[in-house]
């Protein structure tokens, strides 16, 4: 029954989370989780080591560094920094696992600016600190600081707006440009709604433009690309299935408090997890099958986390270790 189980979510934590709840152990794959109380923010890191593990978890072989964080989205800037200082660590622990140059980065912006959830990479873009031009023609030195890292940037559209794939984009300007890593943003699709805008996936295995609402494009990766890439992406929308599979949950726990309604509520609870979410994209189908939900205040939210994304990214550029 678990192989019939298609959650829509690209967070490897969550992946993780589904195999648990139905007690079953992934080999190949390791989860570590630190959680600091007084900032509220817990980190997460999903490992996957072998093949198998791969191929379970239908997701590629590397890490996957989560970062959950309720004030995220909340308009304060105090927050802010705390989470982008964390991202920054985050980043800098991913890349110590990649030997080589580190002085030139290209950071993609990936998604469509005129759709508010799919605008979290232009809008990143938007705010770097770009150095690769006044570095290559002035040098270090006019930046007041010899250790700071050659950015350059591009927010390459979709393919309904270019008419081509975002990676063949994207190989052309590794090819001319030569960068040494790429940083990939993109908006990602969550399970659990508790996690949108309040989630940060850092990865080392690369990205599939447009995978949040299921469209996947060619992958943007080592494989690919010929260099390290590393994705951070931040769930910006869930599935209708899973808002109406979250709505069941808490019916359960009503009808379990309801003298009248406790024996619904029993048949109800006799299903797992698997069967209540494949139940409900049964019962909302085909309607409401494939649409996506995000919260109302999705522009102010978006924007304001492109800027934590954003401040992570400078300040990592800022000095090469």
Known sequence: MIDKFNVRTDLALEEKERFESDDVEISGVVLEEHYDEQKEIRITMVKIETEKGARTMGKPVGNYLTLEAPGMADDNEEIHRDISDELEKLLR???KDHKGKQESVLVVGLGNRMVTPDALGPYVADHLNITRHVIREYGRYALHDQRMRLVSAIVPGVMGQ????????????????????????DALAARNTKRLNRTIQVADTGIQPGSGVGNHRSAICQETLGIPVIAIGVP??????????????NLIQALETSEALRGVGLVLQGYNATEKYELVKELIS???NGMFVTPKDIDDTVRRISRIVCDAINQLCVCVE
């Open 93 to 95: 622990r991913i890349l």
């Open 286 to 288: 085909p309607h409401l």
């Open 162 to 185: 270019t008419g081509m794939e975002t990676v063949e984009i994207v190989k052309g300007i590794v090819k001319e440009t030569e960068p040494d890593l790429v940083i990939a943003i």
């Open 236 to 249: 910006t929308v869930v599935d209708a299935a899973t808002i109406v599979n979250d709505s069941m949950e």
